[in-house]
């Protein structure tokens, strides 16, 4: 499936392979091919969908004779159609599907933590492979971690990225569940928050993104993940408020804050005015299209976004002629000499 050219009613171009399973198919999705030309001039979006009996789209666990005979022509085409009339397709700003599984997820364990059901939240841990994990507020933050991948997708990546596998193993697709999150690596080093000796807080040294970052959110930015209010749908967990951000603050840089500090959030957006920035010789590309909005994080600095979606590559050549522009305005400051 692919959303590159689509706008509000717009067409879907559908393809079935016929003769093959859908593997190796995925140019079909892209202007390379008719299909995506298609598309691309109709504002449309591109599906490819297996045919029955081709791959694992089976109605039946084998290809005998009694299976096969329910493979004809017209079982193909109704098959089509149904798609068509039934398919409640997930529209750009994300998986829909993985949103709603992810919602279920924190949904369910929300709820055994409002009741205190150690026991299910227990068992919940060791479905991700987190059954080590000794606090419930690390394991709740540990789901958050496909957040972080979303924000990484660009209009050029397929299927293979660790999102797409996060949203296919809460699936369960092909026998694969969706743990372990820390592969080899113990759960408590991997993603714990309550051993202030982890090296990744406390080191020093320079090179080190983790702890610059962690100054910064803990005084100017407060950029913190935290769940909303119930009765939202929610993508993060409840359990998440900012008290448990503040407190890494604490943990890292103990030396700066000796409780949980509230950042000044409120004076940096007084001083560089948020939104409404306005700055002279500013080019200011990012917000129009997020990542709810059908958009990418940081999709305008690759060129090869730029080719793969004519919106980023619009952006991109106004930023090449207001810096042409702004360039031969320029005049060197003339230097007086003692």
């Known amino acids: 499936m692919n959303w590159e050219f689509y706008e509000p009613g717009g067409p879907i171009i559908l393809l079935t392979p016929g003769e093959a399973n859908t593997e190796g198919s995925g140019g079909y999705l892209t202007n390379t091919t008719i299909n995506g030309l298609i598309a691309q001039q109709q504002n449309g979006a591109t599906i490819v969908i297996e045919h029955r009996f081709f791959g694992y789209s089976n109605p039946y666990d084998n290809l005998t004779s009694q299976s096969l005979a329910l493979l004809t022509i017209q079982q193909a085409i109704d098959d089509l159609v149904y798609f068509a009339t039934n398919a409640d397709l997930p529209m750009p700003g994300g998986d829909a599907n993985?949103?709603?599984?992810?919602?279920?997820?924190?949904?369910?364990?929300?709820?055994?933590?409002?009741?205190?059901?150690?026991?299910?939240?227990?068992?919940?841990?060791?479905?991700?492979?987190?059954?080590?994990?000794?606090?419930?507020?690390?394991?709740?933050?540990?789901?958050?971690?496909?957040?972080?991948?979303?924000?990484?997708?660009?209009?050029?990546?397929?299927?293979?990225?660790?999102?797409?596998?996060?949203?296919?193993?809460?699936?369960?697709?092909?026998?694969?569940?969706?743990?372990?999150?820390?592969?080899?690596?113990?759960?408590?080093?991997?993603?714990?928050?309550?051993?202030?000796?982890?090296?990744y807080?406390?080191?020093?040294?320079?090179?080190?993104?983790?702890?610059?970052?962690?100054?910064?959110?803990?005084?100017?930015?407060?950029?913190?993940?935290?769940?909303?209010?119930?009765?939202?749908?929610?993508?993060?967990?409840?359990?998440?408020?900012?008290?448990?951000?503040?407190?890494?603050?604490?943990?890292?840089?103990?030396?700066?804050?000796?409780?949980?500090?509230?950042?000044?959030?409120?004076?940096?957006?007084?001083?560089?005015?948020g939104w409404n920035v306005d700055v002279e010789r500013l080019f200011f590309a990012n917000g129009l299209r997020d990542l709810g909005g059908g958009g990418f994080h940081g999709s305008d600095m690759f060129t090869k976004s730029g080719i793969d979606d004519p919106t980023i590559a619009a952006v991109q050549e106004a930023a090449l002629e207001y810096m042409a522009e702004w360039l031969a305005e320029w005049k060197p400051s003339t230097l007086e000499l003692p």
Not at 176 to 181: E, L
């Open 98 to 199: 993985c949103s709603s599984d992810i919602e279920t997820v924190f949904a369910y364990l929300d709820r055994m933590y409002a009741v205190n059901d150690t026991a299910g939240i227990q068992t919940l841990k060791e479905v991700f492979g987190l059954g080590d994990l000794g606090h419930v507020d690390d394991f709740a933050m540990a789901l958050t971690i496909n957040l972080v991948d979303w924000q990484s997708l660009q209009p050029y990546v397929g299927p293979g990225t660790m999102f797409f596998k996060f949203c296919d193993a809460l699936e369960v697709k092909d026998g694969i569940n969706a743990g372990p999150v820390c592969g080899d690596q113990d759960a408590e080093s991997c993603i714990g928050t309550y051993d202030t000796s982890e090296s």
């Open 201 to 273: 807080g406390t080191n020093t040294t320079v090179n080190n993104a983790v702890r610059s970052w962690t100054w910064m959110v803990c005084n100017q930015v407060g950029l913190y993940q935290d769940g909303p209010p119930y009765g939202q749908p929610a993508i993060v967990s409840r359990i998440l408020d900012p008290i448990y951000h503040e407190r890494q603050c604490v943990n890292f840089l103990p030396e700066a804050f000796a409780s949980p500090p509230q950042p000044t959030t409120a004076v940096t957006n007084m001083i560089y005015a």
